[in-house]
């Protein structure tokens, strides 16, 4: 679903992007599937790049829970790194 929908109309300039942009993004799942603490740890050289990621996951439906060893819902940390070829 991101790589999907990552919305290049949120980049300024997207046809000038470098050859290749890394971000990584931390965030919360909680036990109801529900995003929060949404956070860059990694930010690239374009902040625009950076927000679009982001607001793509605040823009995200709701998650799969992860699950514990009794297969109850469970909060966990993702950490997802974007990389861009350019444009």
Do not use: M
Not at 48 to 67: F, G, M, N, R
């Amino acid at each position: 679903w991101v790589s999907v929908n990552l919305n290049p109309q949120c980049l300024e300039t997207t046809r000038h992007l470098p050859p290749r942009l890394n971000c990584v993004v931390r965030f919360i799942v909680d036990k109801a599937g529900k995003v929060s603490d949404i956070e860059i740890v990694q930010a690239s050289s374009w902040p625009s790049y950076d927000l679009a990621e982001v607001e793509t996951i605040k823009a995200s439906p709701q998650w799969q829970p992860a699950t514990d060893s009794e297969r109850q819902p469970s909060a966990t940390i993702i950490v997802l790194p974007f990389i861009s070829s350019g444009r």
